[in-house]
């Protein structure tokens, strides 16, 4: 299936059923009864997490999208959550790390693809000092390997995502 926003998939009112002829960019609004939908963009926090020698932690995705290539740890941030504990939150289920000096740092928009169906998100990038790196243990399911690293232009270049590279070179640059 070709990917495809997701205010395009809209063919009919959730609330009242009535038929969309025309899926259009944006927000859903329904003329005869007045249901509008938002779609976002959603929020997601990456971390750019430092050791004692101001080098970065990658770890390299096990499954797709973008199945061995590095990335930051990170992920969406739950309903009713801070983007601070959920950084906290998806660094631990990830690495079973803790960090501390979390510090905002850039952010970048970005497109997710689910199976097609295309949602806008914003990533939201934080630097964080790790606490003791040698507790860390990979969730295997989602990962397969780490490094401790100044990235380099390989490595940049062998990035997941886009806006990770950005943060990345961002960090670097800064
Ligand atoms: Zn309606």
Redesign the pocket.
Known sequence: MQPKRIEHHYHF?P????KNNCPTEGPFR?K????TQFFGPVAAVGALIRNERDELLLVRRARNPGKGRWGLPGGFIDRGESVETAMRREVREETQLEICDACYLTSFPNDYNYHGIVSPVVDLFYTARVIDPATIVLAKDELDLHIWVRPNAEQLEQMAFPSNRFAVEHWLNG
């Open positions: 009112c609330q009242c059923g009535v329904c005869p009864c007045g249901f």
